[in-house]
């Protein structure tokens, strides 16, 4: 599985971005997938998760409630993040990642790096 992560940038808090991430060699949709990041200086984070399908819940940490949402198009082999309401906390450098299950991940992207200015 190749995952390829597009979408980062500089954006002002209070904006918004939208990250992609592109799957290739393999059926994308029968793989759970995920968001990382990896803060200067942190250890990585899970941000969120959905399933192979999108049909259960998703995970979110708490401290993207309610701002980022995960989706998926299986039909695109693309896994979404939108990221609204962005806070300087949020900058960080962000992962794909693909797995059999929602907390068990075995491939990754190289990551995109966010960038939020206070």
């Known amino acids: 599985v190749q995952l390829a992560e597009s979408g980062g940038g500089l954006v002002q808090a209070g904006g918004s971005l939208r990250l992609s991430c592109a799957a290739s060699g393999t059926t994308f949709g029968s793989y759970a997938m995920g968001w990382y990041r990896q803060a200067p200086g942190k250890g990585r984070e899970l941000v969120t998760t959905i399933d192979s399908d999108g049909s259960r819940s998703r995970y979110y940490v708490d401290s993207v409630k309610g701002r980022f949402t995960i989706s998926r198009n299986n039909a695109k082999n693309t896994l979404y993040l939108q990221m609204n309401s962005l806070k300087p906390e949020d900058t960080a450098d962000y992962y794909c990642?693909?797995?059999?299950?929602?907390?068990?991940?075995?491939?990754w992207g190289r990551g995109t790096q966010v960038t939020v200015s206070s």
């Open positions: 990642a693909a797995g059999r299950s929602r907390f068990a991940f075995t491939f």
